[in-house]
């Protein structure tokens, strides 16, 4: 069976299979690192963990007697920062945002800041250029239940050229706590493992009162501010504020392999948001959420007016979308335009529709869609295939 190599990070690699069964793969399949077995998962992505840095490494996929061999070579690693050298005790009570802060920007370029087996209570985590983040299995990011330990990010400030756009809430420019991994303006992040990003909102007061804005609005728990080439692989990310993974105005986001898991009836916990973005990849996902699996957006009217940025380029593929408002949404923020959307070899599970596409009045003439496509895709207790609603 044909089969491509998605992504080589210093640790691991995705590979996906090259085949027309949607996100699981066909019966009979074989998966060998260097010669030995080793368990996929079943399904088309899938992801090689326990790597080491600048190695070779032959990977051969069998079905009904025929195989195919592909070789890679990870990437380099400058360091390797263990955080509990840092002082970070993964012990799910203590602190450790300095901890962990200090190792990202302690981390040279081209290097990695790992997370052992543990639990690290935290509040907001900054990310840094041109690093990776390795969570080894068994580790969790913990978010600390406190609005009091989230900065806010504000909405605009004054800039040379009139303003800079930090914090966003639905698609306008207004203040908002920041999210558990936030990234401003970086690039060639990596962001991978096994672990988990948990931000224990059930454990705070993030559910309660939601339509009312308490000091800021609520945090996303990944969020990246105009950033590029962000990569993220493997990870689990569960219990969130409100959106999980949320790129607004970046490019070059790939998102591979990763479990997205929040309660049913946790409110606007929608599992993948890009706003106003170029070149978004996501593949082999699975998404269990309170809200949309999969929302794209592009902003209401105040910033296609004067800070205009379509979402363009964005390719869904092999996942799994379950139990949502919506699997895969365009809008109801598209002020800026939508273009070139294409979902493939996908499984609809239980959502309540299937493709919807919502706008509004107000969304002003740049809120144009176009070539969305759904291809392959099986509905298995979807309410609704297709919605369209135009207010």
């Known amino acids: 069976m044909e089969f491509t190599i998605q992504a080589v990070f210093s640790r ?10 949607r996100y699981n793969a066909p019966e009979g399949v074989r ?34 007697g025929v195989r195919t061999e592909r070789r890679f070579v990870t990437g380099t690693e400058t360091a390797l920062l263990d955080v509990r050298r840092f002082g970070a005790a993964g012990d799910g009570e203590t602190d450790d945002t300095a901890k962990l802060q ?61 303003e800079y756009n930090l914090g966003t809430w639905e698609g306008n420019p207004l203040d908002c706590f920041a999210a558990l991994l936030t990234g401003i303006g970086v690039e060639n992040v990596d962001i991978y493992g096994e672990g988990t990003v948990d931000g224990d909102a059930q454990n705070g007061d993030w559910w309660e009162d939601v339509k009312r804005r ?43 392999d990763v479990y997205i898991h929040n309660d049913a009836h946790s409110p606007n916990t929608d599992g993948i948001d890009p706003e106003s973005c170029e070149d978004v990849e996501i593949v082999g ?7 949309d699996c999969i ?11 004067f800070h205009c940025a379509p ?38 599970c239980a959502t309540d529709r299937g493709l919807r596409i919502k706008t509004r009045r107000g969304r002003g003439a740049l809120a144009v869609l176009e070539d969305i496509r759904l291809e392959n895709i099986g509905m298995e207790n979807v309410l609704m295939p297709f919605t369209l609603n135009m207010f």
């Open 12 to 21: 691991s690699a995705t590979l996906e299979l090259c085949t027309d069964t």
């Open 31 to 64: 998966v060998l690192l260097d010669g030995v077995p080793v368990d996929f998962g079943a399904r088309n992505v899938f992801s090689l963990h326990g790597l080491e840095p600048g190695m070779c490494y032959t990977v051969a996929v069998e079905q009904g």
């Open 102 to 162: 200090a190792a990202i920007l302690a981390c040279p370029a081209g290097g990695t800041v790992a997370l052992p087996q543990g639990d690290y209570r935290c509040g907001p985590l900054f990310l840094k250029s041109n690093t990776a983040l390795w969570l080894q299995k068994g580790a969790r990011i913990l978010g600390r239940t406190e609005r009091a330990a989230y900065p806010v990010l504000p909405g605009m400030l004054p800039a040379a050229d009139g």
């Open 214 to 256: 308490r000091g800021a609005w609520r945090p996303f728990l990944m969020f990246f501010n105009r950033c590029a080439n962000i990569r993220v692989q493997g990870i689990t990310l569960t219990n969130s504020y409100s959106w999980t993974l949320h790129p607004y105005y970046s490019r070059a986001v790939q998102i591979a």
């Open 285 to 291: 996902c699975r998404i269990s959420v309170g809200d």
């Open 295 to 305: 929302a794209i957006k592009s902003g209401k009217l105040y910033m296609a007016r």
């Open 311 to 348: 979402t363009r380029r964005v390719t869904v593929r092999n996942c799994r979308m379950e139990r949502g408002h919506g699997s895969i949404v365009i809008g109801s923020e598209t002020s800026g335009g939508v273009y070139g959307v294409t979902v493939a070899r996908c499984l609809f």
